[in-house]
């Protein structure tokens, strides 16, 4: 776990980035309604008094006075932005995100905050991001302090962790202006690597007893850090007689997925053997599945071979196989005998079928 200063950073809602936020409503921004009539500590909370987050679960998170003994609104209060940022250097670099209070009510009631993070990829890395701070300026020994946590599975309970930390908020800035304290922010990162499609991920209050205000909580995001790396095989298809200047054939390769995860992804380079006379009949790749579903890529044209970027290998699981080819002919001048062409997939190569050249 790590600690940062305020720099431009990813918005905590961002459809349509290409590297998205997996967090709904990471800024507790759907449904609050602040009080506006008056800018002061007791009215910076949720109307009425309790408060609906539509993505998020919450509630007693069980530590110190933490229990079940009311409405789970009792548990967090959520402070508007304008109020949680005041004077605090994180105010233009936190996308406009709400906070959350785990101390809710003033009332010592220890709560949480947490959500199902879904649709992830097994073996992916993951990192994590959000801004962590005190609402008022601490005076030791009483630390405001999170609990931090991703778990595997979809429940907030009882699963593998994959990423924890204990943050202790340090002491606010006691500077004054005017009659309101001065915020203390620190953005903090972690990571987890996905063992399965879902985790669950929590903030919970830890702050020692006697205090109306606990940790606080705002702009959490995860997001794609970097993708499996699933190992796979590649190895010559079966031998192709081929007559010069009269036939066209389909050198190729076959794969295997070695690894449990599907295979990403790939960038293809087929290319021809330097003075055999082969030469291209179409610049297209063909890919075929287990189950004999094919599917074509168009590929670009270089100096020696053709580029293919992207090309889904069919590999969906552990153990998959599947096929590639692409359709050469010889010129009738080409020498007789054995070649092949060479197929780059990733970091990995291989020799196409070998390509018997005849009369």
């Keep these: 776990m790590t600690s940062v200063v305020p720099s431009p950073q990813p918005a905590a809602a961002d459809s349509g980035n290409t590297n998205p936020n997996l967090v709904r409503d990471g800024g507790f921004q759907k449904a609050p309604n602040f009080l506006e009539s008056e800018y002061v500590y007791y009215n910076a909370v949720a109307r009425a008094q309790n408060v609906y987050l539509s993505e998020w679960d919450y509630g007693s998170n069980g530590n110190n006075l933490g229990n079940d003994q009311g409405p789970r609104g009792n548990y967090i209060d959520v402070r508007s932005h304008d109020y949680a940022f005041d004077q605090n250097e994180w105010r233009d670099a936190s996308h406009g ?13 220890h709560g949480y ?9 097994h073996g992916a890395r993951y990192e994590v991001t959000f801004l962590a701070g005190a609402a008022f300026a601490q005076d030791g020994p009483h630390p405001v302090r999170m609990r931090y946590t991703v778990t595997d599975g979809s429940s907030p309970f009882g699963g593998v962790e994959l990423d924890r930390d204990i943050l202790e908020i340090r002491k606010a800035d006691e500077a004054t202006v005017g009659s309101a304290w001065k915020r203390y922010w620190e953005q903090h990162k972690g990571s987890f690597t996905a063992v399965s499609s879902d985790a669950y991920i929590k903030f ?25 790396v699933v190992p796979f095989s590649v190895s010559p298809g079966d031998p192709v007689s081929l007559k010069r200047g009269v036939e066209t054939r389909y050198p190729g390769v076959q794969l295997q997925n070695g690894g449990q995860a599907a295979v990403p992804p790939q960038n293809i380079k087929v290319t021809l053997p330097p003075g055999k006379g082969l030469e291209f009949a179409s610049y297209k790749l063909t890919v075929m599945d287990a189950f004999q579903n094919t599917r074509q890529y168009n590929g670009n044209v270089s100096a020696d071979g053709l580029t ?10 552990g153990g998959s196989t599947s096929v590639m080819w692409v359709e050469v002919k010889a010129g009738a001048g080409a020498p007789l005998g054995s ?18 050249v005849v009369e």
Excluded: C, E
């Excluded at 995100?97 to 009631?109: R, T």
């Excluded at 070649?339 to 196409?352: A, E, Q, V, W």
């Design 339 to 356: 070649t092949y062409l060479s197929f780059s997939i990733g970091d990995k190569t291989s020799p196409s079928s070998m390509l018997n």
């Design 204 to 228: 919970a209050d830890d702050t020692q007893l006697g205090f109306w205000s606990g940790a606080q909580l705002a702009d959490v995001a995860v997001r794609l850090h970097s993708a499996p």
């Design 97 to 109: 995100s709400n906070a959350v209070d785990l101390i809710g009510m003033g009332n010592q009631w």
């Design 308 to 317: 293919f970027p992207d090309v889904n290998l069919a590999l969906p699981q």
């Design 113 to 121: 905050v947490g959500q199902r993070i879904a649709g992830l990829i």
